[in-house]
């Protein structure tokens, strides 16, 4: 005779926790699920630990013929079929609209590239029109107007690609640094730098991992890669303002001058090049592909490897990882690869971005990264005008609220956590060295809080943290001038001395990607800019959800549903009053998942 199963929702559904259905389907249930574990195993995507298969995966295309090597290279539009073609499970493939809408948008890129190439025959690119007739019929970017303004340089840090560099500043920065902040707060801000830093008014971001032999040693002959510290101050106006940049790590006291902006002007604009592609770095590597793309893959695979489909974590977690697989199998065959634009346009290339991403991962801990967490550790929560910090911490309740909504349904007390071996098994594998290896996820989930939470922290990462970091990417880089990947210029090792420029506007265009490495960085973030395709406002879809299964999730689903849609009209009315689009985070330009 069968268990009794207890239903802890209206209807009886198929969507139960496996200790509340029958013996018999307990074991059917965990037929699929071993099933599953054979059929996606984390070996075939470990992509995250240092000591393992990172390297491969993301390197060369393995097993390519010279020819076919000088094939995807030069012809581009018609790659080989092995980097287009799937190795994943059909129905985590891109399904077939996917496939299209992304085919067709890289599609488009390569033929606008194609006839830039054959229209304009011009290597150099020292001037802004030069930039503009490489991006063909694409509008440059907004930035493209005011770029070389200082307020939209620090805003950059605050509603731009990659907002979660900036921390204040609660230490002395060195005394060189400090003596420049000190003359630059004086002569445009009325006030000290001691001052300042007694007001928490002083905020900084710096990229020392930057400097490290395993990023440098793979620099491009030509380009280099600064290690820069910026220092920034945010006044009575409350906006943030650039107050002095050092290239190299703050412990070299040798030969690291530190440039203000009472420099003259190309020699402070050659320090702010230097700094936008140390950034972009960090960016690319760190913010995106590290800690949105990989991480939730190491969730995706727990998820289809150990709850079963009828589990309702599965159904509420796995919309959020549509896509995620394949998206990031393409990056490993394409974008990350030798033949990729990444190799193609950042100075530290491919390997030495993939070595940044080892670096970050092999001391990368799980508590450290929650939003909250994050903003509190960085002590950014008065920063003025932190526009993702405003926007993520609206979506991020909005998101709690629905995972502990649903969530709540079927886990009544804390009994439902611990007696739940599909649920214990998932969290044991996330946190296994051998498997997931996320460090400091626990081993064993003992409290609904606690499951809350980290159904919450998953569904923002894949969804939310992925648009601020990824959405803006044409955006910011789009535009050569404003945020280059790779400066072809050496670092320069003493400051301007008695008033004579060390550099010309002429020498900064000259420092930034000639045409070939142009095209590669435009066409990247192009491809990588491809519309929303499923906002998370299409979140809950699944059948578990329906009223007909579960009348209560349908509720929580139409309730978060209105959340985000408030959020997104506050959003209009702030961007109006203020006069500035930040639309990264707006609930219709979020994909519910990490699909591009
Ligand atoms: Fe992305």
Not at 327 to 337: D, P, S, W
Not at 368 to 396: F, I, M, Q
Request: glycine letters at 6%; aromatic letters at 8%.
């Amino acid at each position: 005779m069968d268990s009794t199963p207890i239903s802890r929702i209206s209807n009886p559904s198929p969507y139960q926790l496996p200790q509340h259905v029958s013996n018999d389907r307990q074991r059917a249930r965990q037929l699929t699920i071993a099933i599953n574990k054979g059929r996606y195993p984390f070996a075939h995507d470990e992509g995250l630990d240092e000591e393992r298969r990172l390297p491969a995966q993301l390197g060369p295309w393995p097993g390519a013929s010279k020819l076919r090597r000088a094939m995807t290279k030069l012809v581009g539009i018609l790659p080989p079929k092995e980097l287009f073609v799937s190795e994943l499970p059909p129905e985590v493939r891109f399904t077939g609209p996917k496939f299209f809408r992304h085919g067709t948008h890289a599609g488009s890129m390569k033929l606008r590239q194609a006839w830039v190439k054959l229209t304009n025959f011009a290597a150099r690119t020292h001037s802004d029109a030069s930039f503009e007739r490489l991006l063909g019929t694409i509008p440059p970017p907004s930035v493209k107007n005011g770029w070389e303004s200082d307020a939209v340089f620090a805003r950059q840090r605050l509603a731009g690609v990659n907002p979660i560099a900036i921390r204040r500043c609660a230490d002395n920065p060195g005394d060189a640094l400090a003596k420049a902040a000190d003359q630059v707060l004086i002569v445009r801000h009325r006030t000290t730098f001691k001052k300042a830093m007694k007001a928490g008014r002083v905020y900084m971001t710096e990229y020392p991992m930057l400097w490290d032999s395993p990023v440098q040693e793979h620099v491009r002959g030509n380009a280099t890669l600064a290690a820069p510290t910026t220092l920034f101050y945010t006044g009575d106006d409350g906006v943030l303002m650039p107050l002095a940049i050092q290239l190299k790590p703050r412990e070299i006291k040798d030969r690291n001058p530190v440039f203000t902006p009472l420099n003259r002007r190309w020699d402070w604009m050659m320090a702010r090049g230097h700094v936008q592609a140390s950034d972009s770095h960090y960016h690319e590597s760190i913010s995106h592909l590290l800690e949105t793309h990989l991480v939730s893959e190491v969730f995706a695979l727990a998820t289809l490897r150990n709850l079963h489909p009828d589990h309702p974590l599965n159904q509420l977690m796995l919309p959020h990882f549509e896509h995620t697989l394949a998206i990031n199998e393409q990056a490993r065959k394409n974008l990350l690869a030798e033949h990729g634009e990444i190799a193609k346009s950042m100075a530290a290339k491919h390997t030495g971005n993939i070595n940044l991403v080892r670096m970050t991962w092999a001391s990368w801990k799980y508590q450290d990264h929650s939003l909250d967490t994050d903003l509190e550790n960085r002590d950014v929560r008065d920063l003025p005008g932190y526009l993702y910090r405003d926007d993520a911490t609206k979506v991020y309740k909005a998101i709690d609220e629905y995972a502990r909504g649903i969530l709540g349904i079927w886990y009544q007390t804390n009994e439902d956590i611990l007696n739940d071996p599909e649920l214990q098994t998932w969290a044991r594998e996330v946190s296994n060295p051998s498997a997931g290896g996320i460090k400091g996820f626990p081993e064993k989930i003992t409290t609904r809080e606690q499951l809350f939470d980290i159904a919450a922290n998953v569904i923002f990462r894949a969804s939310a943290q992925h648009a601020a970091v990824n959405n803006g990417q044409f955006g910011a880089y789009g535009w050569v001038p404003n945020a280059p990947v790779a400066m072809y210029s050496a670092l320069p090792d003493h400051a301007p001395e008695d008033d004579r420029p060390l550099f010309t506007k002429a020498d900064y265009y000259k420092a930034l990607p000639d045409r070939k490495r142009a095209l590669g960085q435009t066409g990247m973030v192009w491809l990588l800019s491809e519309p929303t395709e499923r906002s998370i406002l299409r979140a809950g879809e699944l059948m578990a959800f329906t009223k007909e299964h579960c009348f209560e999730a349908y509720q929580v689903v139409g309730q978060f549903r209105r959340q985000l849609r408030a959020i997104s009209d506050g959003i209009d009315l702030r961007n109006d009053e203020i006069g500035f689009e930040y639309n990264y985070l707006k609930p219709q330009n979020i994909d519910h998942s990490i699909s591009i």
